[in-house]
């Protein structure tokens, strides 16, 4: 199943309180239940303005789906290829 890396631009995001934080992923997470496990949630990296998840989805539809769901911007949606990390130098 194809990975994909979605780029959210959330003005502020790396101040969001941990009860903000914990309401977003509890709606995420009641939308990927909604659209079954054909779609999964891997992780997020917030940082000041910007939230980075990844998922795991049949396809780009199918991420862009659970933003639209979930009232979540999806500013860029770009599919993983491949991976590296520092043994890919080895």
């Known amino acids: 199943m194809p990975k994909f890396v979605i ?16 309401g977003i992923s509890q709606k995420s997470c ?3 239940k909604g659209m079954g496990p054909q779609i999964q949630w891997v ?8 939230i980075y998840c990844v998922y795991i989805a049949p396809d780009e539809a199918a991420v862009r789906e659970h933003a639209r769901q979930g009232g979540f911007p999806a500013n860029s949606v ?3 290829r ?6 890919t130098a080895d």
């Open 7 to 22: 780029e959210r631009e959330i003005p502020g995001a790396g101040k969001l309180t941990p009860a903000e934080l914990h």
């Open 30 to 32: 009641g939308v990927l």
């Open 43 to 50: 992780q997020s990296y917030v940082t000041d303005d910007k």
């Open 82 to 87: 491949t991976m590296i990390d520092p043994t």
């Open 78 to 80: 770009a599919q993983v």
